[in-house]
């Protein structure tokens, strides 16, 4: 009876969070990026965030938050500082993320 118990527990399916991507990016396609702009409130922002991917040739993040963004071995999650920004995965500089975004007014 244990065999066939340990049996059956090892050919059962693996609970869902085993199938989970390893990481939450894909690589862009900045056309479909634009037109999604297109219909955002933030139409330069998400643009700018675009641009910033395009130019880096970063990896865009499919998570819902930045928090929740898994980057790959040597990259950090990273947005603008602006409504509408798409995040990405972008390499590593140093310990610390870099945020980019409009300038604070002091």
Known sequence: MREILLLTLL????PAFA???S??????DYSELEQH????????????SVNR???????L???PTLRKTICPEGYRADMLRCRDSF????PKKGDKPQRVG?????
């Open 19 to 21: 199938d989970a991507p």
């Open 102 to 106: 409009r300038p604070t007014s002091e």
């Open 87 to 90: 995040r990405w995965c972008a």
């Open 61 to 63: 993040s499919t998570a």
């Open 23 to 28: 990481t939450t990016t894909v690589k862009p």
């Open 11 to 14: 050919l059962s399916p693996l």
């Open 53 to 59: 991917m395009r130019e880096g040739k970063y990896l």
């Open 37 to 48: 702009c297109e219909k955002a409130q933030s139409k330069s922002c998400c643009m700018a």
